[in-house]
């Protein structure tokens, strides 16, 4: 091969024979297939996780059954069941369900804005960040519900020993080693669960998104 | 009353096919860069169909935004790359990115000189990585430096500076496998 000039082959690269594939109908025919594309397996993905996260804390809001299982494993370490403990002990819940709706409602709605945000006719890197950002919507919502998972687990814990305490119960060591362990592990399992189930759904969107903008900065990078 | 709202609606799915058929009509017409784009990111004929309708299916998305707001051609490339590059979901797994398949597809059909150098340099370009891909797209395409900068959001030095190095790599795989 003669030497080669990409400056002179921009005119055979123009000049390509492509091939006219598609006529009208076919292309009209296209607009009413189903688009597959990241940005939308996102959004279904997270729509999905919201209604879960948000039908579970409605589900024990409306059933009550939380504080009963919770007074059994009172009553199992040796507490008495008084109409004053279930009184604080729903004071408790319906805090933490307020809490825990409000900060759904604001993630759904920063999460729609962000998505609104997303436009394909911006330029790469633009495009790039506000997927990365409208990714993050979702990010924050899973870590803030890790740490109130983290947060419920630690207030009731200490409302147990507040109980224990205040009713003079002592408890074995042997049942309060138990407890404390199936606590911390039960938590922990289920933060483990959390985040694997983040790297198995997000991983592989966030790797292509991360790799294209890390050759954006390289390009910006390079000086003469 | 009733009467009203069926002229409205027939009104507006007039309106509906009348803006349908200047868009088909406007992608038959450059289609071209689709195919050029959808090749140059797949390695597969379903998935450079599928990519095809993708970038279709966006531009279509995007059409009210861009009329009249900037070129054709600006608005096809920025839509049609982003697609490729960040909205994809491919079904079939992807070639190796650094190793020269010379006995690619790109290959099969060609018959002369013209058409295996460009089919070989479809198959260089393509072992670049993806943002590379595109400014060399755009620089075959004639495309001034500052588009091509705008389309990626990098500057328009970053862009030459990144193109003049591209030029020496493609030079030297394509004389070393022509």
Redesign the interface.
């Known amino acids: ?1 003669p ?5 002179s ?2 005119k ?3 000049e ?1 024979p ?7 109908s076919a ?2 025919e ?2 009413n ?1 189903k ?5 939308k ?1 996102i959004l279904w993905i997270s729509v999905v996780e919201f209604i879960f996260f948000s039908v579970l804390g409605l589900f024990y809001i409306l059933q009550g059954k939380e504080s009963n299982s919770f007074i059994s494993i009172l009553e199992k370490l040796g507490a008495r069941k008084t109409t004053e403990l279930e009184g604080s002990l729903d004071n408790i819940y319906v805090v933490l369900k307020v809490l825990s709706l409000s900060i759904t409602a604001y993630f759904v709605y920063k999460f729609y804005q962000n998505y609104k945000k997303i ?10 960040l506000k ?1 990365i950002q409208f990714k993050k919507t979702v990010n924050a919502f899973i870590l803030i519900n890790i740490i109130l998972l983290i947060s419920f687990t630690s207030i009731f814990t200490l409302f147990i020993f507040y109980v224990l305490n205040t009713q003079n119960i002592e408890v074995t060591n042997s049942t309060l080693t138990g407890f404390i362990i199936g606590t911390i592990i039960s938590t922990a399992v289920a933060v483990l669960l959390i985040w694997l189930y983040y790297k198995i759904v997000y991983g592989i969107i966030m790797r ?2 991360d ?2 903008l890390r ?2 900065k390289e ?2 990078s ?3 | 009353m009733r009467f009203c709202i069926y002229l409205r609606y027939l009104i507006y799915t007039s309106a509906l096919a009348s803006k ?2 200047e ?3 406007l ?2 017409d450059n ?2 860069l689709i ?2 784009v959808s090749r140059l990111y797949t390695n597969s004929l379903e998935d450079e169909e ?1 990519l ?3 970038i ?3 531009l ?3 059409y009210d ?2 009329k009249g707001n ?1 070129k054709i051609s600006t ?1 096809m490339y ?2 049609a ?3 490729a ?5 491919k079904k079939s797994k992807s070639l190796p990115t650094n190793e020269l398949d010379i006995n690619h597809r790109d290959f099969v059909e060609d018959d002369d000189d ?2 295996q ?2 089919s070989l ?1 479809y198959t260089v370009i393509k072992t670049l ?4 891909r ?1 400014i060399v797209m755009m ?4 495309l001034p430096y500052k588009d091509i900068a ?6 328009e030095v ?2 030459r ?2 193109m003049n ?1 591209l ?1 020496k790599t ?2 030297e795989q ?2 070393k496998y ?1």
């Open positions: 091969m030497e080669f000039d990409l400056d082959f921009k055979t690269w123009q390509q492509v091939q006219q594939k598609y006529d009208h292309i009209l296209m607009l297939r688009s597959r594309n990241y940005v397996y436009k394909i006719e911006e330029n790469l890197k633009k495009l790039i997927i292509k998104l790799k294209n050759q954006l390009i910006e390079q000086e003469f | 349908e058929k868009f088909a009509q992608i038959k289609q071209g195919i050029k599928d095809f309708q993708e279709v299916l966006q279509w998305r995007s935004s861009f900037s608005w920025r839509v790359l982003n697609t590059i960040t909205l994809f979901r013209k058409q150098q460009i340099l990585p993806n943002v590379e595109a620089y075959l395409d004639d705008e389309n990626l959001g990098i500057t970053n862009a500076v990144k190095r030029k493609l030079k394509m004389e022509a």
